[in-house]
């Protein structure tokens, strides 16, 4: 059993619709009680470069707060096209230390309750979760 905050039963019904692509991915976030990880968005698929998804998908992410995404990650590799699962920690640097505790200690209960990551991540700044650093740790 790991510590941290409970997996709301939606995060799991969000996860599989991204897995399946009803989605390209879901942000989550720890409620404001510290009961429950919830889904905060979905992220309804866009057309574009799997660039400027991505790009997009960042933007979504709170400047100065923690969060869980989960994305179906596209690129290219050697020449041919690709796509992850990816599980990324977003704590910036000016987060709360308490919010990037509570995030760092139920990381792990979540990721367990989901199986079919490809590669977790943790992001600190837009320049960690620039798409070509991505595709370097992929």
């Given at each position: 059993?790991s510590?941290?905050v409970?997996?709301?039963?939606?995060?799991?019904?969000?996860?599989?619709?991204?897995?399946?692509?009803?989605?390209?991915?879901?942000?989550?976030?720890?409620?404001?009680?510290?009961?429950?990880?919830?889904?905060?968005?979905?992220?309804?698929?866009?057309?574009?470069?799997?660039s400027?998804?991505?790009a997009?998908?960042?933007?979504?992410?709170?400047?100065?707060?923690?969060?869980?995404?989960?994305?179906?990650?596209?690129?290219?590799?050697?020449?041919?096209?690709?796509?992850?699962?990816?599980?990324?920690?977003w704590?910036?640097?000016?987060?709360?230390?308490?919010?990037?505790?509570?995030?760092?200690?139920?990381?792990?209960?979540?990721?367990?309750?989901?199986?079919?990551?490809?590669?977790?991540?943790?992001?600190?700044?837009?320049?960690?979760?620039?798409?070509?650093?991505?595709?370097?740790?992929?």
């Open positions: 059993m510590s941290g409970a997996v709301a039963p939606e995060c799991l019904e969000k996860f599989n619709d991204v897995k399946r692509r009803t989605y390209r991915g879901v942000i989550l976030k720890i409620n404001d009680t510290m009961t429950s990880i919830d889904v905060e968005k979905t992220l309804e698929p866009i057309e574009g470069a799997a400027e998804k991505w997009a998908t960042v933007k979504e992410l709170p400047e100065s707060d923690c969060r869980f995404l989960i994305y179906d990650f596209e690129y290219e590799h050697q020449g041919l096209p690709k796509s992850k699962l990816i599980f990324m920690k704590a910036p640097e000016t987060a709360k230390i308490k919010a990037k505790m509570i995030y760092a200690s139920s990381q792990e209960g979540c990721l367990n309750s989901m199986e079919g990551i490809g590669r977790q991540l943790q992001c600190t700044d837009e320049d960690e979760a620039e798409y070509e650093t991505v595709v370097k740790a992929l």
